[in-house]
């Protein structure tokens, strides 16, 4: 198995910018969460989907964050605009049903935004 | 207010000797705890877990002890090797979460293991 691709693996870019992150989670897993890490604040859940429909976005941030899951194969995570403050690295995790507790999660990507 | 928290940032071991890592929770919903393993520039991988129905949970030189009355679960390596040094993550879900698969992160402990 491939596991959970994310992508870009790192990403810069200036304050303003749309900042858009993809993850393909993997094949047959019907739950996905995206998190962000930062020194503050650890690992903190933003946003997580059950069968391509978001359950509890109460995580993100603000308004510039959002994030779509138009399949199962594939779900984005977008700043727009970005800021300073957003730099962090971010994963997406999957699961593989709702009898399970356990999240597998890709390599992450880190965004710096200048 | 965190739910889970490591309070030790930073853990030293030598080689062959037990790793303990310790993670406390104040949530007394929660019902299952996991461990997760994060080397540098990967993502979190899945180490060990526990249900709150048990006490302990063991996985090879791997087991977790969990202690319901005082809120407290720790992960024991047992012999350690220097490929354990990583950053270790206490985990946790609240009662009836298995449907929703929200997950309690603590901040985490850089275990570093020396040949």
């Known amino acids: 198995d491939a596991g959970v691709i994310q992508s870009p693996r790192h990403e810069v870019t200036e304050m303003g910018q749309e900042v858009t992150l993809r993850c393909k989670p993997i094949?047959?897993?019907?739950?996905l969460f995206w998190y962000r890490q930062t020194m503050m604040r650890g690992l903190e859940l933003l946003i997580y989907?059950?069968?391509?429909?978001?359950?509890?976005d109460s995580g993100m941030p603000e308004d510039r964050f959002s994030a779509k899951m138009p399949n199962a194969s594939f779900s984005t995570l977008k700043i727009q605009p970005s800021e300073p403050r957003d730099s962090a690295v971010y994963f997406c995790?999957?699961?593989?049903?709702?009898?399970?507790?356990?999240?597998?999660f890709g390599p992450g990507t880190r965004l710096t935004v200048l | 207010d965190q739910q889970v928290k490591q309070n030790s940032p930073s853990l030293s071991v030598q080689e062959g000797r037990i790793s303990i890592l310790n993670c406390d929770y104040t949530?007394?919903?929660?019902?299952?705890f996991l461990w997760y393993k994060k080397y540098p520039a990967e993502g979190p991988t899945f180490l060990i877990s526990?249900?709150?129905?048990?006490d302990k949970n063991e996985d090879g030189r791997f087991t977790v002890f969990l202690n319901k009355s005082a809120k407290h679960l720790s992960l024991h390596i047992v012999p350690s090797q220097p490929g354990d040094s990583a950053v270790y993550f206490c985990?946790?879900?609240?009662?009836?979460?298995?449907?929703?698969?929200?997950?309690?992160f603590g901040q985490g402990t850089t275990l570093q293991v020396k040949p």
């Open positions: 094949s047959g897993h019907n739950s």
């Open positions: 985990a946790a879900s609240r009662d009836g979460s298995s449907n929703t698969g929200k997950l309690i």
């Open positions: 989907f059950n069968n391509n429909v978001p359950i509890d």
């Open positions: 949530n007394s919903m929660f019902d299952y």
């Open positions: 526990i249900s709150s129905i048990k």
């Open positions: 995790a999957s699961r593989l049903s709702d009898r399970t507790d356990t999240q597998y």
